[in-house]
């Protein structure tokens, strides 16, 4: 059963609190299909967010600073829901949470083979530290290390809404005003165009049809009511306006290193390159190389249009991340992307974005994309990888999929 993100059919899931004094602030939000991490975003305690799902049973599980967490199960059949995410304090054990199962892994440093999904566990946390939520998220989840339900090298596309073959995952939008403190704060209107919606994922305010009515503020935008840190969506798209002749090829640290230092070139401001790197030194994948294709406000402008109702400073770096397994035929059909051959990548080298504007608004988001698994053609066969095709309804609750293959042990490539 396909299932299109042109439908407006979704999940809309609130984050609330018992207790508001004990468990007041942002909260990290999971939602899951069993074992098999999804969507991972921060959402403050009376704020929401907006998934598109295929049909099944979900769970959201939830935690912040304050030890407040909690779980909910769900099923989605295809028409508009809402979904209320309780925190509690103190947070329950794990051995008893309300899920009944075991944990899917014990110790990020092990490989985990659970399901069918191939999740190398060994994140780069370097000199950034760990975010404190990953002990507590890690154990629940057979592919918490990776962006999403995860092959190596691409989302399992049977997992999502079909749509175009590019997962924009995580772009964050974050704004910047240095008005005076005497000055009243910006409002503005932020829409996602009706070119990108068609494939919207997700997103946190909700995007609704309406868009963000949004305050800026010093330390995030008032939307509803509720401050958030920033506006956040997922996407499908395609790879029609993206650049695919520079960048550089690495494995996990290196490859982090150079977007961050890319981020701290364009002048991204501290919170933002802070977010960026306590989740992507988690969901970005380990254990194979890869290279990224920095997309720019050229191609994002192009790509994934938005609309502001006044004019600002807009800096977008979305980092394209395609897998480079081996060389030769192997790699560029792993690869493959309207031909491209990752072997003949120019450098790419970060510069300086355009100063954020003294009095008026200033708009910074990053976001890394992936291949999806459903449309990744073998370039000798025309067909995708046997080993990622399944139908999302023989996804059960421990999260297997129909069609699996884990004889390839936790650090094999797809097999073409």
Same mark, same amino acid.
Request: one cysteine or more; a positive charge; charged letters at 20%.
């Given at each position: 059963? =396909?299932?299109?993100?042109?439908?407006?059919?979704?999940?809309?899931?609130?984050?609330?609190?018992?207790?508001?004094?004990?468990?007041?602030?942002?909260?990290?939000?999971?939602?899951?299909?069993?074992?098999?991490?999804?969507?991972?975003?921060?959402?403050?305690?009376?704020?929401?967010?907006?998934?598109?799902?295929?049909?099944?049973?979900?769970?959201?599980?939830?935690?912040?600073?304050?030890?407040?967490? !909690?779980?909910?199960?769900?099923?989605?059949?295809?028409?508009?829901?809402?979904?209320?995410?309780?925190?509690?304090?103190?947070?329950?054990?794990?051995?008893?949470?309300?899920?009944?199962?075991?944990?899917?892994?014990?110790?990020?440093?092990?490989?985990?083979?659970?399901?069918?999904?191939?999740?190398?566990?060994?994140?780069?946390?370097?000199?950034?530290?760990?975010?404190?939520?990953?002990?507590?998220?890690?154990?629940?989840?057979?592919?918490?290390?990776?962006?999403?339900?995860?092959?190596?090298?691409?989302?399992?596309?049977?997992?999502?809404?079909?749509? !175009?073959?590019?997962? =924009?995952?995580?772009?964050?939008?974050?704004?910047?005003?240095?008005?005076?403190?005497?000055?009243?704060?910006?409002?503005?209107?932020?829409?996602?165009?009706?070119?990108?919606?068609?494939?919207?994922?997700?997103?946190?305010?909700?995007?609704?049809?309406?868009?963000?009515?949004?305050?800026?503020?010093?330390?995030?935008?008032?939307?509803? !009511?509720?401050?958030?840190?920033?506006?956040?969506?997922?996407?499908?798209?395609?790879?029609?306006?993206?650049?695919?002749?520079?960048?550089?090829?690495?494995?996990?640290?290196?490859?982090?290193?150079?977007?961050?230092?890319?981020?701290?070139?364009?002048?991204?401001?501290?919170?933002?390159?802070?977010?960026?790197?306590?989740?992507?030194?988690?969901?970005?994948?380990?254990?194979?190389?890869?290279?990224?294709?920095?997309?720019?406000?050229?191609?994002?402008?192009?790509?994934?249009?938005?609309?502001?109702?006044?004019?600002?400073?807009?800096?977008?770096?979305?980092?394209?991340?395609?897998?480079?397994?081996?060389?030769?035929?192997?790699?560029?059909?792993?690869?493959?992307?309207?031909?491209?051959?990752?072997?003949?990548?120019?450098?790419?080298?970060?510069?300086?974005?355009?100063?954020?504007?003294?009095?008026?608004?200033?708009?910074?988001?990053?976001?890394?994309?992936?291949?999806?698994?459903?449309?990744?053609?073998?370039?000798?066969?025309?067909?995708?990888?046997?080993?990622?095709?399944?139908?999302?309804?023989?996804?059960?609750?421990?999260?297997?999929?129909?069609?699996?293959?884990?004889?390839?042990?936790?650090?094999?490539?797809?097999?073409?």
């Amino acid at each position: 059963m =396909m299932v299109s993100l042109q439908g407006k059919a979704q999940v809309l899931v609130t984050v609330s609190a018992e207790d508001k004094s004990d468990c007041s602030g942002l909260t990290e939000v999971v939602l899951s299909r069993g074992e098999v991490f999804l969507f991972h975003t921060s959402i403050p305690v009376g704020g929401n967010a907006e998934f598109k799902l295929v049909p099944g049973k979900y769970q959201v599980r939830t935690f912040n600073e304050q030890l407040c967490s !909690g779980f909910h199960e769900f099923e989605f059949k295809g028409e508009q829901i809402s979904v209320s995410a309780t925190l509690s304090r103190p947070a329950p054990d794990p051995k008893k949470d309300a899920s009944k199962r075991k944990p899917a892994n014990f110790g990020y440093m092990s490989p985990s083979i659970s399901a069918g999904i191939v999740a190398p566990q060994n994140p780069w946390f370097g000199m950034w530290g760990m975010p404190y939520w990953y002990p507590f998220y890690n154990p629940w989840y057979s592919n918490f290390n990776s962006p999403c339900a995860w092959y190596p090298g691409y989302c399992m596309g049977p997992y999502y809404p079909s749509g !175009g073959p590019i997962a =924009m995952g995580k772009p964050n939008l974050y704004f910047q005003w240095e008005g005076k403190p005497s000055q009243k704060t910006p409002e503005i209107d932020v829409r996602l165009s009706n070119q990108t919606t068609k494939g919207l994922m997700a997103s946190s305010p909700a995007h609704l049809e309406k868009g963000w009515q949004v305050r800026v503020h010093q330390h995030g935008v008032e939307h509803g !009511g509720v401050t958030y840190p920033y506006l956040f969506y997922d996407l499908r798209t395609t790879q029609q306006h993206l650049q695919l002749s520079s960048g550089f090829c690495g494995e996990k640290e290196a490859l982090l290193k150079q977007m961050d230092a890319a981020l701290e070139t364009r002048r991204y401001p501290k919170g933002a390159i802070k977010d960026f790197r306590d989740y992507w030194s988690v969901h970005f994948p380990a254990g194979h190389r890869y290279c990224v294709l920095p997309q720019l406000e050229k191609e994002m402008n192009l790509s994934a249009p938005i609309e502001f109702s006044k004019d600002l400073t807009l800096v977008r770096s979305l980092f394209l991340v395609l897998p480079d397994f081996g060389k030769g035929p192997k790699r560029e059909s792993a690869a493959l992307l309207n031909g491209l051959d990752l072997g003949k990548l120019k450098s790419w080298k970060a510069e300086k974005a355009l100063p954020a504007a003294r009095d008026g608004i200033s708009a910074y988001e990053w976001g890394l994309a992936f291949l999806f698994s459903d449309q990744v053609p073998n370039a000798r066969t025309g067909r995708v990888p046997s080993a990622v095709v399944g139908e999302p309804e023989s996804v059960g609750s421990s999260g297997a999929s129909g069609v699996s293959d884990t004889s390839r042990g936790s650090n094999a490539p797809v097999s073409q």
